[in-house]
């Protein structure tokens, strides 16, 4: 009982590829004490999941540990073999994981899921798989233990019947089915919304409490680490770059990569050095309304015949280059939004009106030409290239489509185009997995911009992208519109970005706009219940205000 | 599931429509007179024109289609020439020897198709992914006719072990028919060595139809096995401790039986088709000899009778694999 509970030791961990060997860890040093909660930041890529999958015995396939050692528990279990791992894994240590739709099987019901997680425990432990029924009472046990309404319910459903904040509890559940010492959770709370995530953090900490667990939490977000986390480390590139309390990085980070990530947390309570203090007011001779809805519907109707409104008489107009906000979480309508005003998805009802012409009735040719004046950017650059395109492809393509231009004059613009977006115009040859995320979120705007549109709908265009990323396509963004005279609707669920660069902005929930307004007034004076709740629980995760909450109860 | 089925149901009427009236265009569009050929070479003129009377071919093609459709409704399929017994009769009769032969044939590419995909999988480029990629390759490649006679020369006449072709000898009393697949029939009337007898005669020919369809189960399962293996949810499984040959078996398999489904309802229409090239190998006594026959002997009803046969069976064997997609993803269901 004397020691850490986890101690990893000069661990280093390569990876064989084809290209030869790729050090994925390098010289990690982490020790875990017992009651404990730390938390790892990083990036993609730096390795943070490799490690802790390791602590699990199942990392990569291919991957060779060099040298050091992982123990648990006094345990060496760096080499540990396959059957000796029944006895630790899930029960001893348990793990949740990011994204909880992927991580639950489509196919089984809840129920079976975790009771059969319960049965594999009780056949490592030795003494025997207890009745069907004596598993669905712990099993109920446990869904109610996280805060689950109706656990009897919740038993028979499949996992597509729940919320994304619902399927993480399932899953957590499920991590706790084993009572183990240490619980990984692996980025917990990424891919769930701002109110959502809040809610998820809380049960975290409680649990913590009730249950005595040892939490090592690892996440690209450093709001979330803080809220959780009294200590962490800071990974960059397969190595730890600092470790400490948590409230020491923050307030004086000492690694260079700290300083970077950290002033690259956009800040929820700041308020933007806006470019955009003068709407483009020299730019455009007639600073009027570009875009406008009108009691814009859309409904979708299931097989069985029951309508869900999507998007519910919505008013908007946006005037000529101003970035035009719109925020609320998934579910909420706003994809649904943009779409509609590009007429990718067709309105159930409503006019859309883009520079005095109503376009909701346009069809054909008419259409297809009014849509190189409005472009969209998506939300996931990885997907939303042809792996099998080069680049220079990718962004000649809208060129082919809707323009006559000859080959030679194509090439020609392509490049134009990859010096606006800064990137060398040799980048043209590339395939996008040769790309960075932020790259590839370069080359989408590119795409778009590539027939000169005067409206740009930027579906969270950062979303997928690491912190530091994210702020330089934020830069990025606004010195182009600058550049180019574009208006854009920005769609995102956070909330510290859209402050960040939003003129005016709508709150968007269940389809309808429940507030808008100047996008400052609604941050510093927020009119509706929601609009107040999502900003409370964007605070929460947010730096500044869990720095001044951790400084001030030391 | 009830409405879910029951549309499935509908797809399916409507499905056996389009066949009907497909077949019935392309036997008008064929070249020749039907009715010049049924009366022979030596036919006088007037024969031709009772001929024609007789089978309604004077009247307006929409009217021919009418009575077409009419007579199918009423399970009238025509009556053949050779024979001039009605068509229906005959198919019923040859139906249940093809319809055994394919459901062997499937069974055989299910059980083994499925677990040597899983393990193809599971030991993804290892010595028995290579094996079973090489053994999937010839399945896909080999011809059956050359395939089938090979099998016969070797394990029939040069090894006497199992009988050259037919579905019993002559000498042996078929027994009572009850579902006309002898080898649920056999096994009904407790004689176990016509049992024996009949299962070593369709051995032979159920191996060669169901070598190309197994290969394709096989890779199929394999590719979605490799890409389930990978996917989040069975990492989740084994960070919570359930046994591998579990998550293998069960977690992972059921997410890959779905596309291996779809391949198994496709592959199912591809056997009756195959029957055509395996009965005549093997002297089988199923319907695809009989079309062979007829159509040898420019005998058309019986070629658009087995037509219409394969088609409602392979209608209803997909049918069949969209009902079971909606009872293993519950998605489908609430869709």
Redesign the interface.
Known sequence: MTGPLLDIQNYRLDISTFDGPVHVLKDINLTVNRGETLGIVGESGSGKTVLV?SV?G?GPKASKVVEGKIAFDGQDITALP?KD??K????RI??I?Q?PM????????IGQQIS??IA??E??AGHGVSSKAARRARTEDLLDQVGLPNPAMLFDQ?P??LSGGMRQRV?IA??L??KPDLLIADEPTTALDVTVQAQVLDLINSLVEKLNLTVIMISHDIGAIATIAKRCAVMYKGEIVEQGLTADILSAPKHEYTRRLLAAVPDIDTAAAKVAAEPAVGTSPKPGVLLEAIGLRKVYR???GTEVTAVDSINLSVATGEIFGVVGESGSGKSTLARMLLRLIEPTSGDIIFDGKNISGLTGEPLRLMRRHMQFVFQNPHSALNGRHTIGDAIGEPLRIQTNMSRRDIEVRVEALLDIVQLPKMFKYRYPHELSGGQKQRICIARAIALNPRLLILDEPTSALDISVQAQVLDFLQELRAELDLTYVFISHNLAVIRQICDRTIVMKRGVIVEQGETERLFLSPQHEYTRALIESGRKTSRAANLSASAGSQ | ML?FAFRKVLTLVGTMIGIAALTFVITNVAPGDPARLVAGPNATEDMVTTIRTEYGLDKSLPEQFVVYMGDLVTGDLGQSIVTTRPVLEEVLRYAPATLELVFVAMALGIIVGVPMGMLSAVYKDGPIDHATRIFSISGVALPAFWFGIILQLTFAVDLGWLPVSGRLPLVTRPPETVTGLLLVDSLLAGRLDTFWTSLRHIILPAIVLSFPCLASILRVNRAEMIEVLQ???I??????????F?IVAI?AL??ALLPTLAMIGLRFGWMLGSTVLVETVFDWPGIGLYAVSSALSSDFKPVIGVTLVIGFFFIVANTLVDLAYAW????LR??
């Open positions: 999958r699990l199942i396959e791992w029944t630790i894994r899930g029960i348990s793990m994981f994204d992927t991580y639950l099987n489509p196919l089984f019901t059969d997680v594999a425990h056949k490592a499949y597509h019947q899953l499920m991590a089915s084993g299931s097989q069985s | 409405a996917s989040d949810y990492v989740a499984a084994r960070a919570h401790g359930i046994a591998s579990r977690y059921k997410n293993i993803d519950p998605r609430s869709a």
